[in-house]
Nanobody
Framework: VTLVESGGGLVQAGESLRLSCAAAERTFSSYSVGWFRQAPGKEREFVTYIGWNGVDIVHGDSVKGRFTISRDNEKNTAFLQMNNLKPEDPAVYYC????????????????WGQGTRVTVSS
């Protein structure tokens, strides 16, 4: 599965961004989609995932109540709506897919996108 993220950029603290993760293959609908992020000098961190059918959703503690994940299987695309961005949110955000079941462990992901950078100014 080929994944392409988009939507990153520079915003001020408190503002919002919407990231997209587009897949070329229709088999995308059989995969759960996760978002992970990695800031300079830090380990990759789980952000959120959504199950293949859009029902199972898990958020990392640091983004609960602020970030929302969704997907549109007809368009082979997943989204990450990020509201109230904070100075601790800047990172390269990656989407990844895991066949069928979601996982908070990045090692379980089968395919990764190239990442999109999010920068937050305070």
């Amino acid at each position: 599965v080929t994944l392409v993220e988009s939507g990153g950029g520079l915003v001020q603290a408190g503002e919002s961004l919407r990231l997209s993760c587009a897949a070329a293959e229709r088999t995308f609908s059989s995969y759960s989609v996760g978002w992970f992020r990695q800031a300079p000098g830090k380990e990759r961190e789980f952000v959120t995932y959504i199950g293949w059918n859009g029902v199972d959703i898990v958020h990392g503690d640091s983004v609960k109540g602020r970030f929302t994940i969704s997907r549109d299987n007809e368009k082979n695309t997943a989204f990450l709506q990020m509201n109230n961005l904070k100075p601790e949110d800047p990172a390269v955000y990656y989407c990844a897919v895991h066949y069928y079941r979601g996982s908070t462990d990045s090692a379980d992901s089968d395919y990764w996108g190239q990442g999109t950078r999010v920068t937050v100014s305070s």
